[in-house]
């Protein structure tokens, strides 16, 4: 399957002043916050530490990094989204191969299993999902692929809401996009059975010291990171990761992907880049 390099650029919400007229912006308005429902406006998340919800104290710093990404070889699109309702996005909706981000779904879509959500997990399960995580293992992502199926994968993302998801008869080739990716990590651990959450969470919390680059350099102190890369054999075809802080009650889904990087290194300096600049200002960076 040819690579799609899309260009679907969305209309910015807001304009910001020195971003280039093609770079695309989008973000919630004053009237979508105002949409919560009656008990989060009852009961508002307050930052701890802070005292005050995030919305308030905090936004991602768009300018700078698409400005940043201006200066880079790529192609590039990511968003960030709040459990607030915050969304921000420089080409949300682009299409790009997944690679082992699509990992974080397929161990959720195993758990969500009929066999297995009801059970306690056996060592082969912890075999096959522990280091298909932590480690990005190949060949235990392809038997968890080969057991759950293309369906199951098209099921967890119509829970989710994706809107412009597809799966392809190679899990690497899975099509996803920053917008629905931060969707599915805001409240990731939603989607797992409640008996086996906590491991879950481990798993992408446990990512091993190699392979923490990119948000796992810049992650701010204070906030919980939960976390899945993907970079294609390390040839610069692609590299992306997305992310799930959470502080207390608040939370910050963040999904970076790039593709045509030249290089695997030059590919984790960009993702660090944007992440660093988005990132900036949040309570305890």
């Known amino acids: 399957m040819p690579i799609r ?4 650029w969305c209309v910015p919400v807001l304009v910001l002043a020195g971003v280039a007229a093609s770079a695309a912006l989008v973000t919630t308005t004053g009237q979508a916050r105002a949409a919560k429902t009656a008990t989060a406006i009852a009961t508002p998340c307050l930052v701890p530490g802070v005292g005050e919800p995030l919305e308030q104290v905090w936004h991602p710093h768009m300018p700078a990094a698409i400005g940043y990404v201006d200066t880079r070889t790529g192609d590039v699109a990511f968003a960030v989204r709040t459990n607030d309702g915050g969304f921000w996005g420089y080409r949300p909706d682009h299409v ?6 699509v990992k974080a779904m397929l161990m959720v879509a195993y758990l969500d299993e009929p066999w297995v959500r009801g059970r306690a997990l056996t060592a082969q399960d912890k075999d096959l999902l522990g280091p298909m995580i932590t480690e990005s293992d190949n060949d235990d992502a392809q038997a968890v692929f080969d057991t759950v199926g293309q369906g199951a994968l098209r099921q967890l993302a119509r829970r989710v809401g994706m ?5 392809s008869p190679i899990w690497g080739e899975t099509e996803i996009t920053a917008a629905d990716q931060t969707r599915f990590f805001l409240h990731i651990d939603s989607y797992i059975p ?16 190699p392979e923490r680059w990119g948000i796992g350099e810049v992650a701010p102190r204070g906030w919980k990171l939960y976390f ?6 390390g040839t610069g075809l692609l590299d992306h990761q997305v992310a799930l802080l959470v502080r207390g009650c608040a939370r910050v889904s963040i999904a ?9 290194p ?4 960009t993702l660090k880049g944007i992440f660093e600049r988005l990132l900036r200002g949040l309570p305890g960076h």
């Open 266 to 269: 030059y590919g984790k300096a």
């Open 194 to 209: 409640r008996r086996h959450r906590a491991y879950a969470m481990s798993l992408l919390a446990g990512i091993v010291p």
């Open 228 to 233: 899945k890369g993907g970079w294609g054999y």
């Open 256 to 264: 970076v992907l790039t593709m045509y990087d030249g290089s695997h």
């Open 5 to 8: 390099r899309l260009r679907t």
């Open 163 to 167: 809107t412009h998801f597809a799966t």
């Open 96 to 101: 790009e191969w997944s690679a082992s981000v």
